[in-house]
């Protein structure tokens, strides 16, 4: 188990927003964290990068408190790529992405063929090498957040956090991106709004609903029409598809 | 591969660029000394130096060389450290606040001088043990740590920190006018009013000494933060997950901007406008990576100031104009120029 969540509680002032959490997060496997919107899934996911405390708790790496573990350190091996995460300075593609050699580099260190190589990789995995000399106030929202996991790839993470990063994005670039997180030989927790795409390449899902888990498993386990009504508030079947043998959800109108 | 990569190609241009800029500095000093009610030929200012480096012997004009040593290069120096200073200071606070019109005064600190300058000249504290440098020193720190408390010390977010500075401003500008409504004359006001806006009369080798110490370590220890600077692009929380030790990063740059700042404010005034738009103009022919915008900053800082200081004292005959009125009169047209044509191009 690389991320261990241990019964952790997280306030803003008086207001409870994650309450009493644990799971654990399959060494190598795709978590996806489902949940309507302020269940608390991005200040879980920032609890668990270890960028807020918990009140009680913790939040364990390779059994090690994040807490007690450098920042540097953290973000050696483990990459966070916030929702809506801008800048008003004009960089380029490939200096955001170069941002992910940050952790890597001490203050005396030149820029190595390794972080070198990393830059490359990361811009071809995320598919935007072409995009690599562009400046970020030209770039659409899409390619904003290709970029931003272009920046996390570079960090050569062994845990990779995304906060619903397919946000922005078109259906193939959706596509595209779950298909190379879920392809990565590493741990990811991946907050999602489409359960069908949850379905499709998470190896295993957590739904949340106000600060608590109230479902985990597989997705044929967790996806139930029961579920969808108690959670979601919606009416839907849920079928076994015929193409890819996971849950798939049709809505009623 | 891009070429700019090649680490060792990379060395030699910058070995360049730093040599050709310290000879533009060189060259705009040379000519600042050289202008005045008595002219002075480059060559002359370049044998005066020469001579006092023990380097040539060459015969010249005692005039010209009191002139040249007791009174121009060491003003044409302060001034282009000045205007380094505040170029590097306004490029790190616009970084860190993550705000295009912060700059190096946003944390309160001219208004805290102005106040501590005052509380010297016109309230008469220190009963004249305290020099008006040192009450401005005062004034300075003390706007800084007001607003270091307001905000919360280093977990306020960027916005917390600006309207902390703000109120501190304000605070501090209203205390300023009270006491020179109220306790000043006429005389008194017109020389805090001169105070403010800026002059290099009267800066001699002391202060190059101090100014010149003070921005250069400035320089360098910001530069080892240049890496860190530029993992703030995406705010607090994005440098955090990059590995930053965002706490310590805010107060060792917060700091060193406030040593700098206050140096330059309560040895020249509050020279305004430098340090704002000084940072934008590197940004647009440099890019906003700062290993190489801080330098630039420097450098633009300083030629842009020494070009100042000389408008300042040519452009009214029999009078030296406040180096604050010129920066802006001099640095508005300058940069729409740059604002204009950069817009075009991108």
Same mark, same amino acid.
């Given at each position: 188990?690389?991320?261990?969540?241990?019964?952790?509680?997280?306030?803003?002032?008086?207001?409870?927003?994650?309450?009493?959490?644990?799971?654990? =997060?399959?060494?190598?496997?795709?978590?996806?964290? #489902?949940?309507?919107?302020?269940?608390?899934?991005?200040?879980?996911?920032?609890?668990?990068?270890?960028?807020?405390?918990?009140?009680?708790?913790?939040?364990?790496?390779?059994?090690?408190?994040?807490?007690?573990?450098?920042?540097?350190?953290?973000?050696?091996?483990?990459?966070?790529?916030?929702?809506? =995460?801008?800048?008003?300075?004009?960089?380029?593609?490939?200096?955001?992405?170069?941002?992910?050699?940050?952790?890597?580099?001490?203050?005396?260190?030149?820029?190595?063929?390794?972080?070198?190589?990393?830059?490359?990789?990361?811009?071809?995995?995320?598919?935007?090498?072409?995009?690599?000399?562009?400046?970020?106030?030209?770039?659409?929202?899409?390619?904003?957040?290709? =970029?931003?996991?272009?920046?996390?790839?570079?960090?050569?993470?062994?845990?990779?956090?995304?906060?619903?990063?397919?946000?922005?994005?078109?259906?193939?670039?959706?596509?595209?991106?779950?298909?190379?997180?879920?392809?990565?030989?590493?741990?990811?927790?991946?907050?999602?709004?489409?359960?069908?795409?949850?379905?499709?390449?998470?190896?295993? #899902?957590?739904?949340?609903?106000?600060?608590?888990?109230?479902?985990?498993?597989?997705?044929?386990?967790?996806?139930?029409?029961? #579920? #969808?009504?108690?959670?979601?508030?919606?009416? =839907?079947?849920?079928?076994?598809?015929?193409?890819?043998?996971?849950?798939?959800?049709?809505?009623?109108? | 591969? $891009?070429? !700019?990569?090649?680490?060792?190609?990379?060395? *030699?241009?910058?070995? &360049?660029?730093?040599?050709?800029?310290?000879?533009?500095?060189?060259?705009?000093?040379?000519?600042?000394?050289?202008?005045?009610?008595?002219?002075? %030929?480059?060559?002359?200012?370049? !044998?005066?130096?020469?001579?006092?480096?023990?380097?040539?012997?060459?015969?010249?004009?005692?005039?010209?060389?009191?002139?040249?040593?007791?009174?121009?290069?060491?003003?044409?120096?302060?001034?282009?450290? @000045?205007?380094?200073?505040?170029?590097?200071?306004?490029?790190?606070?616009?970084?860190?606040?993550?705000?295009?019109?912060?700059?190096?005064?946003?944390?309160?600190?001219?208004?805290?001088?102005?106040?501590?300058?005052?509380? *010297?000249?016109?309230?008469?504290?220190?009963?004249?043990? /305290? !020099?008006?440098?040192?009450?401005?020193?005062?004034?300075?720190?003390?706007?800084?740590?007001?607003?270091?408390?307001?905000?919360?010390?280093?977990?306020?977010?960027?916005?917390?920190?600006?309207?902390?500075?703000?109120?501190?401003?304000?605070?501090?500008?209203?205390?300023?006018?009270?006491? /020179?409504?109220?306790?000043?004359?006429?005389?008194?006001?017109?020389?805090?009013?001169?105070?403010?806006?800026?002059?290099?009369?009267?800066?001699?080798?002391?202060?190059?000494?101090?100014?010149?110490?003070?921005?250069?370590?400035?320089?360098?220890? @910001?530069?080892?933060?240049?890496?860190?600077?530029?993992?703030?692009?995406?705010?607090?929380?994005?440098?955090?997950?990059?590995?930053?030790?965002?706490?310590?990063?805010?107060?060792?740059?917060?700091?060193?901007?406030?040593?700098?700042?206050?140096? $330059?404010?309560?040895?020249?005034?509050?020279?305004?406008?430098?340090?704002?738009?000084?940072?934008?103009?590197?940004?647009?022919?440099?890019? %906003?990576?700062?290993?190489?915008?801080?330098?630039?900053?420097?450098?633009?800082?300083?030629?842009?100031?020494?070009?100042?200081? &000389?408008? !300042?004292?040519?452009? /009214?005959?029999?009078?030296?104009? %406040?180096?604050?009125?010129?920066?802006?009169?001099?640095?508005? %047209?300058?940069?729409?120029? $740059?604002?204009?044509?950069?817009?075009?191009?991108?």
């Amino acid at each position: 188990m690389s991320i261990e969540v241990h019964d952790i509680v997280w306030k803003i002032g008086k207001k409870t927003i994650i309450d009493g959490i644990s799971f654990e =997060a399959p060494k190598g496997k795709m978590l996806g964290l #489902l949940g309507p919107n302020g269940s608390g899934k991005t200040s879980l996911l920032r609890l668990i990068a270890g960028l807020k405390r918990p009140h009680s708790g913790k939040v364990t790496l390779d059994a090690q408190d994040i807490g007690t573990i450098g920042r540097r350190s953290v973000a050696r091996r483990m990459a966070f790529v916030e929702q809506h =995460a801008t800048t008003n300075a004009n960089l380029r593609v490939v200096d955001v992405v170069k941002l992910g050699r940050f952790p890597h580099r001490s203050i005396f260190s030149g820029w190595t063929p390794a972080d070198e190589e990393a830059v490359e990789d990361a811009l071809d995995r995320a598919g935007i090498l072409e995009k690599r000399n562009d400046r970020w106030q030209s770039l659409s929202g899409g390619e904003k957040q290709r =970029a931003h996991i272009a920046r996390a790839l570079a960090q050569s993470p062994s845990e990779l956090i995304l906060d619903e990063p397919t946000n922005h994005l078109d259906i193939q670039h959706q596509i595209g991106l779950m298909r190379l997180v879920s392809g990565l030989p590493i741990t990811s927790i991946i907050a999602l709004h489409d359960l069908n795409h949850a379905a499709m390449f998470c190896d295993r #899902l957590i739904v949340l609903q106000k600060g608590r888990i109230v479902a985990c498993g597989a997705p044929h386990e967790v996806l139930t029409e029961h #579920l #969808l009504k108690e959670v979601f508030s919606v009416e =839907a079947r849920v079928e076994s598809s015929a193409y890819h043998a996971r849950p798939h959800i049709q809505y009623l109108r | 591969m $891009i070429a !700019s990569h090649h680490p060792r190609r990379q060395h *030699v241009v910058f070995g &360049v660029l730093l040599l050709a800029s310290l000879a533009a500095i060189a060259l705009v000093v040379g000519v600042s000394v050289g202008i005045g009610d008595l002219p002075i %030929p480059l060559s002359t200012t370049f !044998s005066a130096v020469t001579n006092r480096l023990g380097w040539t012997a060459v015969e010249l004009n005692r005039i010209h060389e009191t002139v040249i040593w007791d009174y121009r290069l060491s003003r044409a120096l302060v001034a282009a450290f @000045c205007g380094a200073g505040l170029a590097l200071s306004g490029a790190i606070m616009q970084s860190l606040l993550r705000n295009p019109l912060a700059e190096p005064y946003v944390l309160g600190i001219s208004a805290g001088a102005s106040t501590g300058a005052v509380a *010297v000249v016109i309230l008469g504290i220190g009963a004249g043990a /305290v !020099s008006l440098s040192a009450g401005a020193f005062a004034g300075a720190f003390a706007a800084f740590f007001f607003v270091a408390l307001l905000s919360n010390g280093t977990r306020g977010g960027a916005d917390r920190t600006i309207l902390a500075g703000v109120a501190a401003s304000q605070m501090f500008n209203a205390a300023t006018a009270y006491i /020179v409504t109220t306790s000043g004359n006429a005389q008194q006001a017109r020389d805090v009013m001169f105070w403010l806006l800026g002059s290099f009369g009267g800066v001699r080798w002391p202060e190059f000494a101090l100014v010149s110490v003070i921005i250069s370590l400035g320089l360098i220890a @910001c530069l080892f933060y240049a890496r860190v600077l530029d993992a703030f692009a995406f705010g607090d929380e994005a440098a955090s997950a990059l590995g930053a030790n965002v706490g310590q990063a805010r107060i060792v740059l917060f700091a060193l901007t406030a040593m700098m700042t206050a140096t $330059i404010v309560s040895m020249v005034g509050s020279i305004g406008f430098v340090g704002l738009v000084v940072p934008h103009a590197a940004r647009f022919v440099v890019g %906003p990576v700062h290993i190489r915008l801080l330098p630039a900053c420097a450098v633009a800082g300083a030629i842009f100031m020494v070009l100042a200081d &000389v408008a !300042s004292r040519t452009l /009214v005959p029999q009078q030296v104009l %406040p180096i604050g009125v010129v920066t802006a009169l001099v640095g508005v %047209p300058f940069f729409s120029v $740059i604002l204009y044509r950069f817009q075009r191009a991108s």
